[in-house]
C-alpha cells in the first residue's frame, strides 16, 4: 500500500475531501519524521514505536577484494511493532492456508 491509497481509503472513510487528507497525513509523517530526526522517540498506541539508534563503526569487507574497510558509526531509524500490531498479524495469519512445514 502507498501512501496515495492510505490517503484515499482515510477520505472516504471519513469523509473529508481528499485534498485536506493528503495535507493532514503528510503533516503527521513529517513531524514523526523531524521528531525521531531530533532523537525523540515517537509512540503510537497500537501501531509501534519510532526512534534513532546509533549503529556502531565496525569493520566490513569488499566483497570483490576482500580488503577490510572501516564502517563508520551513523544514526539509523528503528520502528518496533506494538504487541496490538503483532497480534493482529497473528491472526490474520493463523486461518492461512499456507504451505505445510514438514514434520519435526
Known amino acids: 500500500m502507498d501512501k496515495d491509497t492510505i490517503v484515499t481509503r482515510v477520505a472516504t472513510s471519513t469523509h473529508t475531501p481528499k485534498g485536506q487528507t493528503a ?17 525523540e522517540s515517537v509512540k503510537l498506541r ?10 556502531q563503526p565496525r569493520l566490513g569487507r569488499n566483497p570483490r577484494t576482500g580488503d577490510a574497510l572501516p ?6 531509524p528503528i520502528f518496533t511493532a506494538s504487541r496490538l500490531l503483532h497480534a493482529a498479524v497473528q491472526s490474520t495469519t493463523r486461518g492461512h492456508a499456507g504451505p505445510e ?3 519435526g
Request: aromatic share 2%; proline share 8%; glycine share 8%.
Open 46 to 55: 497500537g501501531l509501534g514505536r519510532f526512534e534513532r539508534r546509533e549503529r
Open 71 to 76: 564502517i563508520p558509526a551513523r544514526m539509523k
Open 23 to 39: 495535507v493532514i497525513i503528510t503533516q503527521c509523517l513529517a513531524t514523526i519524521m523531524q521528531a525521531v530526526q531530533r532523537g
Open 101 to 103: 512445514r514438514p514434520p
